[in-house]
Each structure stands twice: as structure tokens, then as C-alpha cells.
């Protein structure tokens, strides 16, 4: 069982150049999410989805877009990356009725120069 | 602003000793409140989870205690081992998401010495 599987794991952009961050999760989670960890800040989330076709803004969404066409995957896409986005970033899923059992990746690491 | 601040932002323990961690919220809507455990090179992993209809839960070594007056918990790891070194974090959410849409607070690295 794969459980939540990111993609890349490390990625090198300049500034303005659009990229996607894949996630897949195999346990039929219907909520899913990105979250952005920087230090000294936690992590802070940027978009999730409660099941597919629907997807809402979190505490951080300006710059990204996501989509949710199928249960399994939820790509988060940099529309034209800044310096601001260095980080890492980690997908989330969880099944509906298990109460904050957030089951996460092992991250993206994305740098921006 | 962090809606749930953690302290200290670092920590070192003897083997053997007890590590507290603190966590303080504002938002009087939160009713979930898990610790997340995160090694090096790793997503998060939840370690423990409490609601505050309840002062205090156990899991082995670990502790969690609330006060719901002061809006504050906190995590205590009992017998500290250098496996427990990590980074933990505290979080919250409000009861209409399940625990689906977590505040995090900032983080505290954890070492415990041999």
C-alpha cells in the first residue's frame, strides 16, 4: 500500500516559470490537501478538496491552482513561480469519518530562484 | 497572525527525561487538537490527538494535557529516548471540518542526547 505519493521530490524553477506538483494517494481518501511548510511557520494550507470536482482555498492560496478530476489524484500547479514559493510542499489525504487523521507525503521540495 | 503558537521552538533532553512542549490557540471554535510527529525527509505522522471535553489523554509515553479555560495543551513525553528526536507540532481545527483543515503551530525540534 502506497499510501500518499508526491512528485518530484526536488525541483529547481526561475522565477515565472510554471510547474506541477503531483500527488496521488491510493486509499480511496476523498479529502485531500497541500499544505506549504517554511521554517519557523508550521505548516499552512493552501488548497484542499472534501471529494472530486471540489476544491476550496485554504490560509495561503495566491499563486496556486489545483484541480480534483478523480478521487486518486490532486495536482497543485505554480501559475508563474516567485522566490516566495521556496519551500516544501506536502500533500494530505484523509478518509471522511476519521476525524483528523491526516495521512501526508513525504513532501516537494521546490526551490525558486 | 499564528492562531496557535508553540514554544520552545527547540528543546534538548537527557535520555531518560521529560520533554513538554506548549501550545496556546485563540480561535474558542477549535475542538480538535492532534500533535503531529515529523523525522527528517518525512511527511508528518499523527502522534496523538485530544478534544476538550477531556483534561488529559495517554498514549504510552506520550501525554497530552488541555486547559480549556486557558486555551492552551501541551505534550509531555515521559522517558525520553534519541528515537523521540524529531520535530513535533501542535494544531487545531474547527468541529464543521473534522479535523479535515488543520491550523498548525510553528514547530519544535526535539533532541533527546544518549
Known amino acids: 500500500n502506497a499510501g500518499v505519493t508526491q512528485t518530484p521530490k526536488f525541483q529547481v524553477l526561475k522565477t515565472g516559470q510554471s510547474m506541477t506538483l503531483q500527488c496521488a494517494q491510493d486509499m480511496n481518501h476523498e479529502y485531500m490537501s497541500w499544505y506549504r511548510q517554511d521554517p519557523g511557520m508550521g505548516l499552512r494550507l493552501i488548497h484542499y478538496?472534501?471529494?472530486?470536482?471540489?476544491?476550496d482555498q485554504g490560509e495561503v492560496p495566491n499563486g496556486y491552482n489545483v484541480s480534483r478530476s478523480t478521487t486518486e489524484d490532486f495536482p497543485l500547479r505554480l501559475l508563474s513561480a516567485a522566490p516566495s514559493q521556496t519551500s516544501v510542499y506536502f500533500c494530505?489525504?484523509?478518509?471522511?469519518?476519521?476525524?483528523?487523521?491526516?495521512?501526508f507525503g513525504e513532501g516537494s521540495r521546490l526551490t525558486v530562484l | 497572525q499564528q492562531q496557535v503558537k508553540q514554544s520552545p521552538q527547540s528543546l534538548i533532553v537527557q535520555k531518560g527525561g521529560i520533554s513538554i512542549i506548549n501550545c496556546a490557540y485563540e480561535?474558542?471554535?477549535?475542538?480538535?487538537f492532534p500533535w503531529y510527529q515529523q523525522f527528517p525527509g518525512k511527511g508528518p505522522a499523527l502522534l496523538i490527538a485530544?478534544?476538550?471535553?477531556?483534561s488529559e489523554k495517554k498514549e504510552g509515553r506520550f501525554t497530552i494535557s488541555f486547559n480549556k479555560s486557558a486555551k492552551q495543551f501541551s505534550l509531555h513525553i515521559m522517558d525520553s529516548q534519541p528515537g523521540d528526536s524529531a520535530t513535533y507540532f501542535c494544531a487545531a481545527s474547527p468541529q464543521e471540518t473534522s479535523g479535515s483543515r488543520l491550523t498548525f503551530g510553528e514547530g519544535t525540534q526535539l533532541t533527546v542526547n544518549p
Open positions: 494530505a489525504s484523509m478518509l471522511a469519518g476519521r476525524t483528523g487523521e491526516l495521512f
Open positions: 485530544i478534544r476538550p471535553d477531556v
Open positions: 478538496s472534501v471529494g472530486a470536482g471540489i476544491t
Open positions: 480561535n474558542t471554535a477549535f475542538d480538535y
